[in-house]
């Protein structure tokens, strides 16, 4: 609790304005009330604390589109963020916005310290004690930002196209088989999680009230109620981010060394067939690496990567928690929400030697996001619960310790713990915000005069393209927001 109040003590000294307490009255009390009523005091002064969205400056020049202020804030606030808990997700947010602003070797740098980090908690057994136990006092925004299953799928796709933007394809293959790995252990992992904390919650010496409390229906309810946005989502394979499997797909049979490279793209194009079976193209580059099996050599070809909009950001939602304490002012838990962001361009045109091709969906982030965060409610429901009742406890044998020594005491006692309470109860808010909304793709016969236009549906943005030399070529397109100026890259990929 100790490391909780500090942090509180130290929000609060930067924002909030100056809180007078007669701390000598606190003289003709116990010292165990003492301490109680000085808690009570750092509860006033908790309530100066943000959430991640209400920190969050990055996003905020992001969705404007204005690149130069998001790489600007997202550096300076992932250098500030290095050694703390929220470490990884700066450098995310950092590696995503140096990317879109084509500082490709800045971005590797920033996600391969996250990446570095990710790994680090990967291979620790343990649970870090003394947090989780500091979290029981506060709340799961405390915790380390460890990264999530999609983050660092995402963060080894961006990696290797970033290499491929640089030229580099065999520094991209090992980010791909990495990126893979993490989608064949995540279910595993995710299920390993999930029992250590409902095994923690058991052991609890208020396991009684936790395991009240979590099966009450209506609290199950209202929890119901924060994922009902989240009922039409695509039935993905959980932890399967169908883009990074078809870039796998693309990578593979592009720059095959040899006929186990073939198979696995072809592998990768099947499963991708399977998430979005309304996509013509992949079809067709299933076809593809199918000739190359058998021995047909790829035609020039022009395939155009479109990412657009934004990933859902995380809210929060305040339930009170069906547990009965008296002397206890508030009992209540923050619950996260996902909230998915409109104002995008839902799709690119493509016009090529006369003709004109639309991107399709392959992947949708909504989807890919929406099925972690329900994958991981069963693990935030236990914490957040495990943690109110705790407080809940806590609050009430400070109040009854306070009431016995005066009433005036055991009045401020309640008060305290009522805003100390209040304060500390928010949700764990950080997510990947500079993600996008979708990835589309298709792809074409490269035009004789290497020369295509991409268009916006509305004709507000049109832009000539001249592609490079090679057999098989990326145009990578993306959009922020719908006002946003479209940014191209090219890459030669054979």
Request: proline share 5%; net charge neutral; hydrophobic share 40%.
């Amino acid at each position: 609790m100790t490391k909780a109040l500090t942090r509180a003590q130290s929000c609060a000294s930067r924002r909030s304005p100056q809180i007078d307490f007669p701390l000598k009255t606190l003289a003709g009390f116990k010292p165990c009330v003492q301490a109680l009523l000085l808690a009570a005091v750092a509860g006033l002064l908790a309530t100066g604390c943000k959430t991640y969205q209400e920190q969050n400056k990055v996003i905020q020049y992001w969705q404007q589109g204005n690149l130069t202020n998001a790489v600007v804030e997202a550096t300076k606030t992932a250098d500030k963020n290095a050694g703390n808990k929220d470490a990884i997700i700066w450098r995310l947010e950092q590696g995503a916005v140096l990317r879109a602003n084509g500082q490709y070797d800045d971005s590797n740098k920033a996600f391969d310290t996250a990446q570095e980090k990710m790994d680090d908690y990967a291979q620790k057994a343990k649970v870090r004690l003394g947090q989780e136990t500091g979290a029981m006092f506060s709340n799961q925004a405390e915790l380390d930002y460890e990264g999530r299953a999609y983050d660092g799928i995402m963060l080894n796709t961006y990696e290797a196209l970033n290499y491929l933007a640089l030229g580099e394809p065999d520094k991209a293959r090992p980010e791909l088989i990495h990126a893979y790995q993490r989608q064949q252990d995540a279910v595993a992992d995710n299920q390993k999680r999930i029992e250590k904390v409902q095994d923690e919650a058991a052991k609890n010496k208020d396991s009684v009230a936790i395991q009240k409390a979590q099966n009450d229906p209506g609290l199950q309810a209202q929890i119901q109620n924060t994922t009902t946005n989240l009922t039409n989502l695509k039935p993905y394979a959980a932890y399967v981010n169908p883009f990074t499997v078809y870039l796998d797909g693309l990578f593979f049979m592009a720059d095959a060394a040899d006929n186990s490279d073939l198979e696995r793209a072809r592998k990768s194009f099947e499963r991708v067939t399977e998430m979005a079976p309304d996509n013509s193209f992949v079809k067709e580059d299933l076809a593809m690496v199918d000739g190359l099996i058998n021995g047909r050599p790829l035609p020039p070809t022009t395939f155009v990567i479109f990412e657009t909009g934004c990933a859902p950001v995380r809210g929060q939602v305040r339930i009170d928690i069906p547990i009965i304490v008296t002397k206890v002012s508030y009992i209540g838990a923050a619950f996260p929400t996902l909230e998915p962001q409109g104002n995008y361009i839902p799709g690119l045109e493509v016009s090529a030697a006369g003709k004109n091709v639309n991107t399709a969906l392959v992947s949708d982030m909504d989807s890919v996001i929406g099925l972690d965060f329900k994958n991981e409610m069963p693990i935030v429901i236990t914490k957040t619960i495990a943690s109110t009742v705790v407080k809940g406890v806590a609050a009430y044998a400070a109040n009854s310790a306070a009431n016995q020594q005066s009433d005036w005491g055991g009045l401020l006692m309640q008060i305290g713990t009522a805003i100390y309470q209040a304060a500390v109860n928010i949700a764990d808010e950080r997510t990947w915000t500079t993600l996008p909304k979708q990835f589309q793709v298709c792809h074409f016969p490269t035009p004789p005069d290497r020369k295509i236009e991409l268009k916006t549906p509305d004709q507000r943005q049109t832009i000539q393209v001249t592609i490079g030399d090679g057999t098989i070529n990326l145009i990578y397109v993306k959009s922020i927001n719908a006002a946003s100026p479209l940014l191209v890259t090219q890459m030669k990929l054979k």
